[in-house]
């Protein structure tokens, strides 16, 4: 008897492990949104009983003991710099002039600006992991059926293309990149998904369409521009043996886009690129007040109102220029009822307490999805950061939404149209009388909660989970590797047969003689006519 159930568990444990397949996530250590994401892709995969191992750089000296792991059989592996890249760690106050500079806000700054701050900061990790020759020895050896990694830092895409792995999967935090959409063959966006600076719709004028191809241009280079630089520097530690970005991208068996059809803009696209948009919103997991520790609980029912405050990790609320620190005082001050939640990340900043009012708390991380999906948080104040606005858009949260700079404007635009949040200008943050009005008006405004319930109803409903999409994708490139049927022939057309430019020529050509040959006929039966008259 015993014999036979020794016998069942083995069976049981080989066929649950039939279906199971190794993937490896590379998940560089740098800004926390896109670690929270690729986390979240991990956790998935394992959930679902496959072999995941979490492939972690630390690009900067952070985030040493996140827990964005949530499933004990991942495999973590944390990978560090050598003693130069040690010396070349970024400094997280290098995003400080965000907070008044237009610059990061415009196409052109964000052309120029891109390359010069990230290629600096992913360089030496890069370099390291593509001298260690032992990392790639491991890498090989266990065999991995798919690589997933970010097209952001493209190192690792880089990388898994070097090591030739059997199948690899891109993805990016932002719900959309225009660098990579003419690789993977997806149509146009212009038009479809408006600049952020322009109005959309029956508000757009032959300006706002200009202002789209702009943006179309110059968002485009900065990101190809990087991966550019990348590519040369990894072209020379490989001697030449790594393939383009370009021919990567287009060999890719997916690209999981951080998109949500019900949430963002309505574009074309194509299979091989699949929606993702939601996937670190665990629903599940909300509305659990164990999530809180007993001094939040405290606070959220201190007062009638709470309002919760985060900025993001990438450009730091400490550094915040003080007028907007004082603004941010007296609009506290402008609502003593209202309980204010800040992430601020020095919370023991004696000068910055010594002016705040009793209803004001600072600490250095809240959890979010704790705080949004909890009734007595009434508003949130973001900076529109990608993650954030899946976030307080399945949590049914109103807010006021103050992009910064990158992708933010776009994603303030996006959930803009579902009429949930305003959207309000850094620059104005000094103007506190005004700020203090938009908070009134809302805290004091049913719909625009009214219109947040409908938009978490219309993402909680769907009718297939971010998850499952992701999960039965990813399978699908572990079994059958790379798949060029997915990209479209349209892709690799010229400029002159996409748009059909020959055949109008030709069209054209055809018809000027068939004018031309009427007109001459024309011309002899007026002729022939004429005389026939003249003889009569």
Not at 355 to 378: E, M, T
Not at 473 to 499: Q, S
């Amino acid at each position: 008897m015993l014999l036979q159930i020794v016998l069942l568990a083995v069976v049981l444990v080989f066929v649950g492990n039939v279906n199971s397949f190794n993937f490896l996530v590379i998940s560089p250590v740098y800004g926390f949104s896109h670690m929270k994401y690729m986390a979240a892709l991990a956790n998935h995969l394992a959930r679902a009983g496959h072999n995941v191992t979490y492939f972690q750089p630390f690009v900067v000296d952070e985030y040493q003991n996140h827990n964005l792991i949530e499933e004990e059989s991942i495999e973590i592996w944390n990978y560090y710099h050598d003693e130069i890249g040690i010396q070349h760690i970024p400094s997280q106050a290098c995003m400080r002039d965000a907070w008044h500079s237009s610059m990061y806000q415009s196409d052109v700054g964000a052309a120029i600006l891109l390359s010069k701050y990230l290629f600096p900061a992913f360089e030496h990790m890069c370099r390291k992991m593509f001298e260690d020759t032992e990392l790639h020895y491991d890498l090989k050896s266990r065999q991995y059926d798919v690589v997933l990694s970010e097209a952001f830092d493209f190192c690792g895409l880089y990388l898994a293309s070097y090591l030739e792995m059997p199948s690899i999967i891109s993805t990016f935090t932002g719900n959309r990149l225009n660098a990579l959409a003419p690789v993977l063959g997806e149509p146009s966006f212009l038009h479809y998904l408006p600049a952020p600076t322009s109005q959309y719709g029956q508000k757009s004028t032959i300006w706002d369409r200009a202002n789209d191809v702009w943006h179309k241009i110059f968002s485009s280079y900065g990101f190809a521009q990087l991966f550019e630089l990348q590519y040369e520097q990894v072209k020379k530690l490989t001697n030449g043996k790594v393939k383009h970005w370009k021919e990567i991208i287009h060999d890719v068996t997916y690209h999981f886009s951080n998109s949500n059809p019900y949430l963002d803009f309505v574009i074309p696209t194509i299979p091989k690129v699949v929606p993702i948009g939601g996937i670190t919103v665990d629903q599940n997991s909300w509305n659990l007040k164990d999530n809180h520790s007993e001094e939040l609980e405290r606070l959220l029912d201190e007062r009638k109102h709470t309002v919760f405050i985060s900025f993001g990790s990438m450009v730091r609320s400490v550094d915040m220029p003080p007028e907007y620190k004082d603004s941010m005082i007296k609009v506290f001050n402008d609502h003593p009822n209202i309980t204010f939640l800040w992430k601020y990340e020095v919370p023991n900043d004696q000068e910055l307490i010594k002016k705040l009012p009793r209803n004001v708390h600072l600490a250095k991380w809240f959890s979010q999805n704790a705080l949004l999906s909890d009734r007595r948080v009434d508003l949130f104040i973001t900076h529109g950061g990608l993650g954030s606005t899946m976030e307080l858009a399945n949590a049914a949260k109103p807010a006021i939404v103050i992009p910064l700079f990158a992708d933010q404007p776009g994603n303030a635009k996006m959930i803009e149209r579902h009429q949930s949040v305003e959207v309000y200008s850094k620059l104005d943050i000094r103007n506190w009388k005004k700020l203090s009005n938009l908070l009134r008006k809302m805290l004091n405004t049913k719909v625009y909660q009214e219109h947040a319930n409908r938009l978490a109803d219309t993402l909680r409903f769907q009718p297939i989970s971010p998850a499952d999409l992701m999960v039965k994708h990813a399978e699908n490139a572990a079994r059958f590797g790379r798949m060029p049927n997915l990209v479209p022939y349209a892709k690799d057309m010229g400029i002159v047969e996409f748009y059909n430019i020959d055949l109008i020529l030709i069209l054209g050509l055809i018809s000027t003689l068939l004018v031309f040959i009427i007109s001459i006929i024309c011309t002899k039966l007026k002729g022939l006519l004429t005389f026939k008259l003249k003889v009569e």
